[in-house]
């Protein structure tokens, strides 16, 4: 496959550095870090009684304040030094997050909201608070675009470690005053006991439209409208995973257990096809990397090969692909230890 790199030579040279610490292995917290910062995580809590009361009364049975309707519907963990990030994506209705016009600004309308949020451990089905916070959020759309009923994606960035959780969240209007609540289950894996007993696995797979160096690192936690932000990179995912016929999404993903040889360099073969139904409809040239750290370039088809057979004999023919669900099956190789790792993304494809 010959595609056109996103990354510049710079950036791909900054996110080496950034993730080469120990990058064969998860990175674990020391005990004092955990400490430390669990000391700052409280001192952090800033939520107001009244929210916070409103988030542990629904807790129990996930009892939902729907004034201002929201729900996570996925997340992304993100590799980081000493920790993962945790990326959490939810859908709303512009009416809903009531965005105005301001009489000083009448080409844009505008949203200024706060997300309140605390994580729970689940242990045993018993939830332990392990912090809680919150984070601004100042949103604008052009008024020539501002559509109602247009629904925008937001994603809420927070670093976190390994293990089960509970995301407790409230997001309010800071004009209207208007609160909606929502809870999501979700589970970060342990990935450094992955890698000690001899297997790979790789952080979430995304699927990114467009992606952007930014100037300097932003601090957790933060609230974006339509991308979020990791280490020094702005990334604008395919949230709901629906691709055209020759859209060339960007798959970015980190792999963990990846074996260095004698040298100390690594050796990664990844074969990548597109199926519809489990039959192939099309296999790409194996790719080889030199990094655990995955960027690659993916173009969807316009057409299929189709065998046909009549009068005129046998041939091969280009034939249109169909709408519906297909899946981009990734077949992951460690050329150094024999280690093999199969991934599915599936997608559906909207035929205009």
């Not at 000391?39 to 542990?56: R, T």
């Not at 030094?81 to 009416?95: E, H, Q, R």
Request: proline residues 7%; charged residues 25%.
């Amino acid at each position: 496959m010959n595609f056109k790199k996103i990354f510049t030579l710079s950036l791909a040279l900054i996110l080496i550095l950034i993730l080469s610490v120990n990058i064969s292995q998860a990175w674990p917290q020391k005990k004092d870090q955990k400490k430390d910062q669990k000391k700052e995580q409280k001192a952090q809590s800033v939520i107001p009684k009244d929210i916070k009361n409103i988030l542990e009364q629904g807790l129990p049975t996930r009892q939902v304040k729907t004034d201002l309707p929201f729900q996570f519907i996925s997340n992304y963990i993100l590799p980081a030094k000493g920790t993962y990030i945790g990326i959490f994506a939810t859908k709303i209705k512009n009416a809903d997050l009531e965005y105005t016009q301001a009489p000083s600004d009448p080409q844009n309308y505008k949203s200024e909201v706060e997300v309140f949020f605390q994580f729970y451990r689940d242990e045993n089905g018993t939830p332990k608070l392990v912090t809680e916070n919150k984070a601004p959020g100042s949103f604008f759309i052009p008024a020539a675009d501002y559509k109602p009923e247009a629904e925008n994606y937001y994603y809420l960035g927070y670093p976190l470690s390994s293990g089960k959780y509970i995301l407790a969240a409230a997001i309010g209007n800071k004009v209207t005053k208007k609160l909606g609540t929502a809870y999501y289950e979700f589970e970060i894996p342990n990935y450094e006991d992955i890698v000690k007993n001899n297997k790979m696995e790789t952080t979430s797979l995304l699927m990114l439209k467009d992606i952007e160096q930014m100037d300097t690192q932003e601090n957790y936690p933060n609230f974006h409208m339509n991308y979020f932000s990791w280490m020094i990179l702005k990334a604008f995912p395919y949230t709901d995973n629906n691709l055209k016929p020759g859209d060339q999404p960007t798959l970015m993903f980190l792999v963990y257990g990846v074996k260095p040889d004698a040298t100390g360099k690594v050796e990664i073969e990844v074969n990548y096809d597109i199926r519809k139904d489990n039959n192939k409809i099309v296999a790409f040239t194996p790719m080889k990397y030199d990094s655990p750290f995955i960027n690659q370039q993916i173009p969807i088809p316009t057409a299929k090969k189709v065998k046909i057979t009549d009068s005129k004999g046998e041939r091969i023919e280009d034939r249109p692909l169909e709408p519906g669900n297909y899946e981009l099956v990734i077949n992951i190789k460690d050329v150094v230890s024999g280690l093999t790792l199969e991934k599915k993304i599936p997608f559906e494809l909207i035929v205009p």
